[in-house]
Structure formats: structure tokens, C-alpha cells
């Protein structure tokens, strides 16, 4: 039923002026429109909207991720941008807060200004 329907993400935020600065400065997101209730931003043509809340405990897991080409390249890009990366206890992670799976894959994660958990993948 839902096959063939395009996604929607939502992330909460208390403040829509610092979650603005976050998404489209830092991570250079599309912006495409504003109301009283969101942001929606395009990601490579999925709707983002990081919606208007008054209160929310952020969830202790990645809620968005996105899947890159060069992990390394990006953490250094977002990094020069301003971006902190997590480091996990018992984790493997290397200098650059990316941890390598067993498989290959690696992963790094940071946080939005409310605390949501996002991370970027390289499979």
C-alpha cells in the first residue's frame, strides 16, 4: 500500500531558529519552507521537518542518519563546520569518532542542538 509513497522524516525541536541554523548552515540542507508548525527541508527529494514542540525528552538512539560516499572526508567537513562527534563507551572508535563494524560498515554520530541523535554511514 504505502510502496510507492514518498517518506516524510520528522525530528522535534523546542526552537525552530536554532534548529534552522543547525540544518541549513551546518549541514547545508535545502530549505523549502517555514510555517508555524515546521521547517521542511529537502533531503536529495525527501521531506524533512524538523517540527515545533514544547517539551520532549530526546530518545538515547539515532534517529536520522544519512549514508555517505568518503565517512572520513565528511566528519572533517562537518567538523570544520562545527560538528561534535560522539564517542561511545566500548565502542570502536578511531580518532575521527568513527566506529568500524565488523562487516566494514562504519558509522558516527552527533547530536542536533536539542539533542537528537544523527549519524552518518558508510556501508
Given at each position: 500500500?504505502?510502496?510507492?509513497?514518498n517518506?516524510?522524516?520528522?525530528?522535534?525541536?523546542?526552537?525552530?531558529?536554532?534548529?534552522?541554523?543547525?540544518?541549513?548552515?551546518?549541514?547545508?540542507?535545502d530549505?523549502?519552507?517555514?510555517?508555524?508548525?515546521?521547517?521542511?527541508?529537502?533531503?536529495?527529494?525527501?521531506?524533512?521537518?524538523?517540527?515545533?514542540?514544547?517539551?520532549?525528552?530526546?530518545?538515547?538512539?539515532?534517529?536520522?542518519?544519512?549514508?555517505v560516499?568518503?565517512?572520513?572526508?565528511?566528519?572533517?567537513?562537518?567538523?570544520?563546520?562545527?560538528?561534535h562527534?560522539?564517542?561511545?563507551?566500548?565502542?570502536?572508535?578511531?580518532?575521527?569518532?568513527?566506529?568500524?563494524?565488523?562487516?566494514?560498515?562504519?558509522?558516527?554520530?552527533?547530536?542536533?542542538?536539542?539533542?537528537?541523535?544523527?549519524?552518518?554511514?558508510?556501508?
Amino acid at each position: 500500500m504505502l510502496t510507492k509513497s514518498n517518506i516524510v522524516g520528522f525530528i522535534p525541536s523546542t526552537n525552530l531558529d536554532k534548529s534552522k541554523s543547525f540544518f541549513e548552515d551546518k549541514l547545508g540542507l535545502d530549505l523549502k519552507n517555514i510555517d508555524e508548525f515546521a521547517l521542511e527541508f529537502d533531503v536529495n527529494q525527501i521531506k524533512l521537518r524538523i517540527t515545533t514542540v514544547a517539551e520532549f525528552t530526546p530518545a538515547n538512539y539515532t534517529v536520522l542518519g544519512w549514508e555517505v560516499d568518503d565517512i572520513e572526508a565528511t566528519v572533517k567537513e562537518l567538523v570544520a563546520k562545527g560538528i561534535h562527534f560522539e564517542r561511545h563507551e566500548n565502542m570502536p572508535q578511531d580518532d575521527l569518532s568513527i566506529c568500524t563494524f565488523p562487516g566494514g560498515s562504519k558509522v558516527a554520530w552527533f547530536k542536533d542542538p536539542e539533542g537528537n541523535t544523527l549519524s552518518i554511514t558508510q556501508f
